[in-house]
């Protein structure tokens, strides 16, 4: 890493490995992996130092399933098991495509993956009554025997379907962020707090333990992000940019906000929990916790973006 390269965390949404209304193989995992690549190549040409942060709901998703399927013949996998299993694999997928896309551009960078741990507070008021919907969507018949059985929380979403819930606990801190920081000093591109990261808690005796729960994505990467210094964060989701009454007839999209702005819109209820509010909550801390600068876009639109024609930028 050299001392003027800036530090990047580009947050990489689960959906952009395992997008919606298509079928969720592998080889289609692998192939969108590296059509995601194409945004972290081109912050590598600018000369960044990156860590690369990624979501894992479709996957974490497919993780339960097994296990709920499997049930009968295997362990139950406790979430942050599933969480830690998914950092590998996903971790696998994105190191050895940026490698050989590495490779065939001629760019000499070494990829590692880290599994993370994120440390949150075990009092959280999320643990008690947990709000986040994970998993598949079961028909209400089921929904008694399932929490007997498992000892699930289900609730109704807002579209009338049954879904499990989990507690999903604001990050504090990331225990492995010196070793990352190590490894970018040393000109390694970093893959970390896959899914969130794995959520961990001190006990008395100040041993880590795992919670069963998990962590937004994009408020994890907020928080690596500060820990090992980075100037930007850029968070790529399956939207151009920000917008205001999205969807809606008046729709308006934001190209440049302010922390201030941005918060005052976030007050206002602009952004809602489901889908836009993470990002903009998580581009609030890193600001106000030393950031500089939040890019939200789409993987497609990131040199446009960076050029000042599309996404949203976010800044002090």
Same mark, same amino acid.
Request: hydrophobic letters at 40%; glycine letters at 10%; a neutral charge.
């Given at each position: 890493?050299?001392?003027?390269?800036?530090?990047?965390?580009?947050?990489?949404?689960?959906?952009?490995?395992? /997008?919606? $209304?298509?079928?969720?193989?592998?080889?289609?995992?692998?192939?969108?992996?590296?059509?995601?690549?194409?945004?972290?190549?081109?912050?590598?040409?600018?000369? =960044?130092?990156?860590?690369?942060?990624? $979501?894992?709901?479709?996957?974490?998703? +497919?993780?339960?399933?097994?296990?709920?399927?499997?049930?009968?013949? #295997?362990?139950?996998? /406790?979430?942050?098991?599933?969480?830690?299993?998914?950092?590998?694999?996903?971790? =696998?997928?994105?190191?050895?495509?940026?490698?050989?896309?590495?490779?065939?551009?001629?760019?000499?960078?070494? @990829?590692? #993956?880290?599994?993370?741990?994120?440390?949150?507070?075990?009092?959280? /008021?999320?643990?008690?009554?947990?709000?986040?919907?994970?998993?598949? &969507? &079961?028909?209400?018949?089921?929904?008694?025997?399932?929490?007997?059985?498992?000892?699930?929380?289900?609730?109704? #979403?807002?579209?009338?379907?049954?879904?499990?819930?989990?507690?999903?606990?604001? /990050?504090?801190?990331?225990?492995?962020?010196?070793?990352?920081?190590?490894?970018?000093?040393?000109?390694?591109?970093?893959?970390?707090? *896959?899914? *969130?990261?794995?959520? @961990? =808690?001190?006990?008395?005796?100040?041993?880590?333990?795992?919670?069963?729960?998990?962590?937004?994505?994009?408020?994890?990467?907020?928080?690596? $992000?500060?820990?090992? !210094?980075?100037?930007?964060?850029?968070?790529?989701?399956?939207?151009?940019? @920000?917008?205001? +009454?999205?969807?809606?007839?008046?729709?308006?999209?934001?190209?440049?906000?302010?922390?201030?702005?941005?918060?005052?819109? =976030?007050?206002?209820?602009?952004?809602?929990?489901?889908?836009? *509010?993470?990002?903009?909550?998580?581009?609030?801390?890193?600001?106000?916790? !030393?950031?500089?600068?939040?890019?939200?876009?789409?993987?497609?639109?990131?040199?446009?973006?960076?050029?000042?024609?599309?996404?949203?930028?976010? #800044?002090?």
């Amino acid at each position: 890493m050299s001392q003027k390269n800036k530090i990047a965390v580009v947050a990489l949404g689960g959906n952009a490995v395992s /997008p919606k $209304g298509e079928k969720d193989t592998i080889p289609n995992q692998f192939k969108h992996t590296r059509e995601s690549l194409f945004a972290v190549k081109h912050l590598i040409e600018l000369g =960044y130092d990156l860590v690369i942060t990624h $979501g894992n709901g479709p996957q974490v998703g +497919n993780a339960l399933l097994r296990t709920e399927l499997t049930a009968e013949q #295997t362990p139950i996998l /406790p979430l942050g098991i599933c969480v830690a299993d998914i950092q590998g694999g996903m971790g =696998y997928m994105i190191q050895q495509s940026l490698q050989n896309l590495l490779r065939q551009e001629n760019i000499h960078r070494e @990829v590692v #993956t880290v599994i993370t741990q994120v440390v949150v507070n075990k009092d959280d /008021p999320e643990v008690k009554n947990p709000t986040k919907f994970i998993g598949q &969507y &079961y028909d209400k018949s089921k929904v008694k025997q399932l929490m007997e059985r498992f000892g699930w929380k289900i609730h109704q #979403t807002s579209s009338g379907e049954w879904r499990r819930v989990v507690p999903s606990p604001v /990050p504090k801190s990331i225990v492995e962020s010196t070793a990352i920081k190590d490894l970018l000093s040393s000109g390694k591109i970093v893959i970390a707090a *896959g899914g *969130g990261g794995i959520p @961990v =808690y001190f006990l008395e005796n100040e041993n880590l333990e795992g919670l069963d729960a998990v962590v937004d994505k994009d408020l994890a990467s907020a928080v690596l $992000g500060c820990e090992i !210094g980075a100037q930007e964060l850029f968070i790529l989701t399956d939207v151009e940019g @920000v917008a205001l +009454n999205y969807g809606r007839p008046n729709e308006t999209w934001i190209k440049k906000l302010d922390v201030n702005e941005a918060k005052r819109l =976030y007050k206002e209820g602009h952004f809602p929990p489901g889908s836009m *509010g993470p990002k903009i909550t998580a581009a609030i801390n890193f600001l106000e916790s !030393g950031g500089e600068c939040v890019i939200i876009t789409s993987i497609e639109a990131i040199k446009k973006t960076l050029a000042g024609k599309g996404g949203t930028t976010i #800044t002090k």
